[in-house]
């Protein structure tokens, strides 16, 4: 499968499920206690070492965009969708959204002060990951953040699996961090939790590393 057929085919599972997709994730932050933590550590970090922009890679209908803006971030979103970037605008007109890929972005070398991509490379087959997080190593200010939501695994290899709206992958911490220090990013900290009544039933991660500092 050629790059373009899969965000071809991403782009439209998410436009066809995006009203739903909002209703019922909108408000789910709410209910994610250790998630919160961590955008919080993340938040802090970010404006610890020059408060650059931040972009929520992925975002779609933008809550958790919303919830970095809150935490005193200039956070906007970017997401493939062209109907979640709809709704993420509608619902938080203040905020920017544009449309566009991770796997092409259309941002300056080295202007962000953190990234976040909350369950949305998730989708990027693992033969495209490295040039993902070459992209984000590229966007990235020196001294940046980069925060990872996940489903996780136990297996070194990425496990496909049948997320609801499309193909997804889980990774084991480990070998993303692998792939990551590959791309030149440093692990900072990791989170795993158990699954929820409600969720699937694979442990969900998160993952925090920093683009080095540059030296002077
Ligand atoms: C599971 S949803 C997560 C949305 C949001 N981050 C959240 O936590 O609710 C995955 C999102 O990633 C977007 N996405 C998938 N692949 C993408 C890519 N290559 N570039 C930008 N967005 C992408 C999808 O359109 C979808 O909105």
Redesign the pocket.
């Known amino acids: 499968m050629t790059e373009p057929s899969v965000?071809h085919d991403?782009?439209a599972a998410?436009d066809s499920v995006a009203t739903r997709y909002a209703e019922l994730?909108s408000n789910i932050l709410e209910t994610l206690p250790m998630e919160r933590a961590m955008l919080a550590a993340f938040a802090e970090l970010v404006q610890a070492h020059g408060a650059g922009p931040v972009a929520d890679?992925?975002?779609?209908p933008g809550h958790?965009t919303a919830h970095l803006h809150a935490l005193g971030l200039t956070a906007f979103g970017?997401?493939?969708?062209s109907e979640?970037v709809a709704l993420a605008r509608q619902a938080h007109p203040d905020l920017r959204f544009d449309e566009?890929?991770?796997?092409a972005l259309d941002l300056a070398d080295g202007g962000l002060g953190g990234i976040l991509a909350?369950?949305?490379f998730i989708?990027?087959p693992p033969h495209l990951l490295p040039v993902v997080f070459a992209e984000f190593h590229r966007v990235l200010a020196p001294g940046g953040h980069l925060m990872l939501g996940f489903f996780a695994g136990d297996d070194p290899l990425p496990q496909e699996f049948d997320h609801k709206v499309t193909l997804a992958y889980r990774w084991s911490p480990d070998s993303l961090v692998e792939l990551l220090r590959q791309a030149g990013f440093v692990e900072v900290a990791r989170l795993l939790r158990e699954p929820h009544e409600n969720e699937r039933q694979f442990q969900q991660g998160q993952l925090l590393v920093r683009k080095p500092p540059s030296l002077s």
């Open positions: 965000l991403t782009k998410y994730f890679l992925g975002c779609g958790v970017i997401d493939l969708s979640m566009g890929s991770m796997t909350f369950y949305s989708h990027t």
